[in-house]
């Protein structure tokens, strides 16, 4: 069984939700310098102020080199809708026992609530590739922090410049499907090498800051929080994850398969129910 | 009694011209301003059936060697206005860096859904969903007014464009698109 995911890190994403929620009123100039409507910092690799409290209390005075040396992050500088933009990590090097990525953060700066997702990484992913849907709520940079087996931390960001997207309004066609995972594999296995595969948990992911039209009350925050996902028994990575996943939170992941086996989903959503999903590879 | 009529059509004279500076305003405000000298497609179908026909603006786009900028707007829209009027207002300099462009003004209005709208080219007409699927554009799932979309002269998708306008309302990001910066 994998080990159930900690939840420290939730309650670490609320005491930055609290701090950041004084953020408009503390921001710089700089970020505010409107040449045309836009703010100063909107190159790929700039801070952010909400960047740099996030930094510290993610990371306390860690260096982090910044760049695409060790991990890149891809993601279009206008997506079709800000509520599902589409992000990719790439994680350049190998994922061995020696030297591996032991975790990813993925942030976007300006959500109402920045940390969108970390992933708990073991050897098993092979390579430590991964592709999601964000909603990015307003201009922002989305960044992805790799830390290493070593300790090193990488970051690389791009800006993002979307409108809207925490109020997009949700799918709810089929509440009865909510809870149900999904696997897929877009080709066939390869055993004892990395293989892509998908995880969808269809869901509504909530925000908490979408008005329902008729009742015209706020929709309460309703979201997927924890995903762990293991192959024959052996963890292959856990997510701590949040609302500024778009909807139905799908990722796209590699896995190891070391012979014949069966790919297994444990998700935990805020409302603390438990749904699995499992797929048999052979 | 006998100038019942006419009180009719003085009353009918007089509510005519309350309204012709606001039909006058109307006009004046909907669609893309005239100094982009856009080729306004009406659609035809009637409101259960709204086709916008884009073989004319690909023929001329063809002729004259220029790519397609095609904008789709809504009477009724107050995000279209705010676009528009971002474009009148930066007119001076805009209109240069849209040489290169044939802007298509597609009249639609918001009772026009999804459903409803329908993008002919050449002999095939689609649903915009369809439309959207069949240029691998990933505004399929919801129809956003307004919406922009970029072509070469043979009808390929430039650029995935974002759903609205909100994102281009600066003079340096309405250049970001023209020069397809992604």
Redesign the interface.
């Known amino acids: 069984m994998p080990t159930p995911i900690k939840r420290l890190s939730c309650d670490r994403r609320r005491v930055f939700m609290l701090g950041l929620g004084a953020l408009p009123f503390a921001m710089t100039p700089r970020a505010r310098a409107a040449?045309?409507?836009?703010p100063g910092n909107t190159g790929h690799a700039d801070l952010s102020p909400e960047w740099e409290l996030l930094r510290g209390r993610l990371f306390g005075k860690q260096p982090i080199t910044a760049g695409a040396d060790r991990v890149q992050l891809i993601a279009?500088?206008?997506?079709?809708?800000?509520a599902?933009v589409p992000v990719k990590i790439i994680s350049k090097l190998a994922q061995t026992p020696d030297l591996h990525v032991k975790r990813i953060h993925l942030l976007v700066d300006k959500n109402p609530s920045p940390l969108a997702a970390t992933l708990e990484l073991t050897p098993e992913v092979g390579q430590a590739d991964f592709e999601t849907r964000l909603r990015v709520d307003e201009?922002s940079h989305v960044r992805v922090v790799s830390e290493l087996s070593n300790g090193e931390l990488h970051m690389d960001s791009r800006y993002v410049?979307?409108?809207?997207g925490c109020s997009?309004p949700p799918n709810r066609d089929s509440p009865e499907l909510i809870g149900r995972t999904i696997f897929k594999l877009p080709g066939p296995p390869t055993m004892g090498a990395p293989t892509t595969a998908d995880v969808t948990v269809i869901h509504p992911n909530d925000t908490g800051f979408e008005l329902n039209n008729v009742t015209v009350m706020y929709i309460p925050s309703y979201f997927v929080r924890t995903i762990a996902v293991s192959y024959a028994g052996r963890k292959v990575f856990d997510a701590d994850l949040d609302f500024s996943i778009s909807e139905n939170p799908t990722w796209r992941f590699n896995f190891v398969p070391h012979g014949p086996g069966e790919l297994r989903a444990e998700v935990v959503d805020s409302k603390e129910r438990h749904f699995t999903g499992s797929l048999k590879v052979a | 009694m006998k100038l019942l009529p006419r009180r009719r059509r003085l009353l009918a004279c007089l509510c005519c011209a309350a309204f012709i500076p606001l039909l006058a305003g109307a006009q004046e405000g909907a669609g893309i301003p005239a100094a982009y000298a856009p080729l306004v497609i009406e659609p035809s179908g009637g409101p259960e059936r709204a086709e916008f026909d884009l073989g004319p603006a690909l023929a001329r786009a063809q002729r004259e060697n220029k790519r397609l900028y095609v904008y789709l707007g809504a009477s009724d829209c107050p995000y279209c206005r705010r676009y528009e009027n971002f474009l009148r207002k930066n007119a001076a300099e805009l209109v240069p860096h849209f040489r290169p462009w044939l802007v298509v003004d597609l009249r639609s209005s918001l009772s026009t859904t999804a459903q409803r709208l329908f993008i002919r080219v050449g002999g095939k007409s689609r649903p915009y969903v369809d439309f959207q699927r069949s240029i691998g554009d990933e505004r399929s799932r919801m129809l956003v007014y307004p919406s922009v979309w970029l072509f070469d002269p043979q009808l390929k998708p430039l650029m995935q464009m974002p759903a609205g306008t909100g994102t281009f309302e600066t003079v340096d990001e309405q250049l970001e698109i023209l020069q397809l910066v992604q």
């Open positions: 040449v045309g409507g836009l279009p500088l206008r997506a079709a809708y800000g599902s201009y410049k979307t409108s809207g997009a």
